[in-house]
């Protein structure tokens, strides 16, 4: 029986695995999309130097010439007295398709999103946000191992 519950477990992890590959990513420039009211000028500065600073531990380098867009876009809408916010992160970068014709596009090659309903919509949209981004990292990290 144990036997079995170690498989299951191990396979489980297999299949835990994110769908996005992050190898060679190494050079990102943050745009920040605030679609949102209650997110001030102040503290957008505040999230983009904050996430500038995670990517730079992680061994990222920022704004050199092509680099791949990071982004993180909060979107929000007023209900009766609280919000509900979609915070987004995505990596966009420029890749050739693979059809029958090779088309130059613009592709999410990363893309995270939660979904919050909050009475403290900064407070709550900033600690998804540090959440999304450290999931990034986390999954930055192990593809370049």
Same mark, same amino acid.
């Given at each position: 029986?144990?036997?079995?519950?170690?498989?299951?477990?191990?396979?489980?992890?297999?299949?835990?695995?994110?769908?996005?590959?992050?190898?060679?990513?190494?050079?990102?420039?943050?745009?920040?999309?605030?679609?949102?009211?209650?997110?001030? #000028?102040?503290?957008?500065?505040?999230?983009?130097?904050?996430?500038?600073?995670?990517?730079?531990?992680?061994?990222?380098?920022?704004?050199?010439?092509?680099?791949?867009?990071?982004?993180?876009?909060?979107?929000?809408?007023?209900?009766?007295?609280?919000?509900?916010?979609?915070?987004?992160?995505?990596?966009?970068?420029?890749?050739?398709?693979?059809?029958?014709?090779?088309?130059?596009?613009?592709?999410?090659?990363?893309?995270?999103?939660?979904?919050?309903?909050?009475?403290? #919509?900064?407070?709550?949209?900033?600690?998804?946000?540090?959440?999304?981004?450290?999931?990034?990292?986390?999954?930055?990290?192990?593809?370049?191992?």
């Amino acid at each position: 029986m144990k036997k079995i519950l170690l498989i299951i477990a191990f396979c489980s992890s297999l299949f835990s695995a994110s769908i996005f590959t992050l190898d060679n990513v190494n050079n990102l420039k943050l745009y920040f999309a605030n679609n949102s009211d209650f997110i001030t #000028p102040k503290q957008t500065v505040f999230i983009k130097k904050s996430t500038e600073e995670k990517l730079k531990v992680a061994g990222i380098e920022l704004n050199k010439v092509d680099a791949s867009t990071f982004m993180i876009k909060v979107e929000s809408i007023e209900v009766d007295e609280s919000y509900a916010v979609v915070i987004s992160i995505a990596l966009g970068e420029e890749v050739i398709t693979n059809r029958k014709e090779r088309i130059e596009s613009f592709a999410w090659s990363y893309y995270k999103t939660d979904i919050i309903d909050t009475d403290e #919509p900064y407070k709550d949209t900033l600690e998804s946000i540090n959440y999304l981004v450290d999931e990034f990292v986390e999954s930055y990290l192990d593809d370049m191992e």
